[in-house]
């Protein structure tokens, strides 16, 4: 073809992989441009890799804004700059063990986030929750700090958790949730007061917990916090047996 329009080429990219996207890198400006758009749309950095694609976004903030999704299991100091570098990221998986402080002076604003291991211990972490309203997906497998105090405010448009037990009571008032994924690491708990699932703005139609969670709580009782379930799934960690069903424990699902 002697001429190709933009748009139709960044349709095509969406199709090539990417050994092919870095050769279209070195064809013209514009199909640099375009290559790179898909090139650095999604990252899944590997520790192995993990030090140079860090080093590349922290040194190449044309580059960094192109990210949109961004996973990484490695931590080093170039990794605080490529976050900040990623003004255009909208979903973000930090690395285990590291300080929320990384992300102090990120401008992104996200639709998810995960945070796994991470020290949450520190006003970052609140601080930085209460400036993404746009959060609607979070996954927390850290514990929860005992002093984290969450505004009203804050997480308007929340609509999935996947967390720690702890995490929920935090999470679910006052906020539009659809799906609750319970993250247990213990089968046998103390039995736990349900209620705060109804005080989700919204039904929530998709739960997922661990029996051990329910506790004493009278089948009616629970019923009556997630009238609007459609989607239960009760696992039992200490036989490793997984139970979907429609109508399990004679929840009202439709």
């Known amino acids: 073809m002697p001429e190709i329009s933009v748009d139709v080429l960044r349709d095509i990219l969406d199709y090539v992989d990417k050994a092919d996207l870095a050769t279209m890198c070195r064809v013209s400006k514009i199909f640099c441009s375009c290559s790179q758009d898909v090139l650095y749309r999604d990252i899944c950095v590997e520790e192995s890799i993990g030090p140079r694609v860090h080093h590349t976004l922290a040194r190449s903030a044309h580059l960094a804004r192109r990210v949109h999704s961004f996973d990484s299991c490695y931590e080093d100091p170039d990794l605080a700059m490529a976050l900040q570098n990623m ?21 992104f604003k996200l639709d998810s986030l995960g945070c796994y291991g991470v020290d949450n ?12 309203p746009s959060l609607k997906s979070v996954t927390f497998t ?16 929340l609509t999935r958790i996947k967390a720690t037990f702890p995490w929920l009571p935090h999470l679910i008032p006052g ?4 799906e609750v994924i319970l993250i247990s690491y213990f089968s046998y708990e103390t039995p736990t007061d349900l209620s705060f699932f109804a005080l989700s703005t919204t ?28 989607h239960f799934t ?3 960690i200490s036989h490793k047996t997984v139970f979907k069903d429609e109508g399990v424990c004679g929840l009202p699902l439709y």
Request: charged share 15%; glycine share 4%; hydrophobic share 40%.
């Open 87 to 107: 003004t255009s990221l909208r979903n973000l998986n930090l690395p285990t063990g590291i300080y929320m402080d990384i992300i102090d002076g990120c401008t």
């Open 121 to 132: 211990h520190n006003e970052s972490f609140q601080r930085f929750i209460s400036s993404q």
């Open 142 to 157: 850290m514990h929860l700090d005992p002093t984290l105090s969450l505004d009203a405010t804050s997480l308007p448009n």
């Open 175 to 178: 906020r539009p949730l659809n």
């Open 203 to 230: 039904p929530i139609r998709k739960l997922a917990i661990d029996y051990s969670y329910l506790g004493l709580t009278p089948v009616h009782l629970l019923a009556s916090f997630l009238p609007s379930l459609e």
């Open 234 to 236: 009760l696992t039992v």
